[in-house]
């Protein structure tokens, strides 16, 4: 909670907010605009490796993240594809830059990256886990998630024990995404009074 300033002074809950937050739900409060995931991924780091703990995070998840594109690129095309994608990866000015910053860019890329390889090796269940951790860190594009727990849950060929197998993969993989979607929703709901509500604006501003 902070002084409120003089009478008069338009938007002043807004200039007094610093970059990352914006107002609460609650006068002269302010509250993250960002998700949970990576600062709680910052919290365990903290518990592991102390106060130094937040800054090797995004690194380490960047290196995991050059990892998962050869695995990924390995099991669609071959050692050469996932070695050539992986060096690109690595080699790239944008995600060179983002290495440096604690922020959700590289560790959304990590989450993503790892739940398309869970997806392709048809583990429907860790797929979902692997999307939700991404879903946490970057709500925005949850939609992604669609395309990755169909391609985990697909059927080599339909009939009545396919489908029944099918059923149970498609329930397994929503018991993997449904926790970090519902602490998603609460988390807004409780900062910004409605689960579509982000720090960035309602759902239908963002994909306006």
Avoid: K
Avoid at 52 to 67: A, E, Q, Y
Avoid at 110 to 135: D, H, I, K, Q, Y
């Amino acid at each position: 909670m902070f002084q409120p300033p003089p009478h008069g002074w338009p938007f002043s809950e807004w200039t007094l907010s610093p970059l990352g937050y914006r107002p609460g739900l609650e006068p002269h409060t302010i509250v993250p605009t960002y998700s949970p995931g990576l600062p709680l991924l910052m919290a365990a780091a903290i518990a592991v490796l102390g106060s130094s703990g937040p800054f090797v995070v995004v690194p380490l998840l960047g290196g995991l993240g050059v990892l998962l594109t050869f695995l990924v690129g390995t099991r669609l095309f071959g050692r050469g594809v996932g070695f050539v994608a992986s060096v690109w990866l690595a080699a790239s000015p944008a995600f060179l830059f983002q290495l440096m910053w604690p922020m959700s860019d590289v560790p959304a890329l990590t989450g993503w990256t790892l739940a398309l390889l869970f997806a392709l090796l048809e583990r429907p269940f860790t797929t979902g886990l692997a999307a939700g951790c991404a879903v946490l860190i970057r709500p925005n594009l949850a939609p992604l998630a669609v395309p990755l727990l169909l391609l985990s849950i697909r059927p080599v060929e339909w009939d009545r024990r396919s489908l029944v197998a099918w059923s149970r993969r498609a329930v397994a993989a929503g018991a993997g995404l449904l926790p970090a979607v519902l602490a998603v929703a609460l988390f807004y709901d409780h900062l910004f009074g409605s689960p579509l509500r982000s720090g960035y604006g309602s759902a239908s501003s963002i994909y306006d």
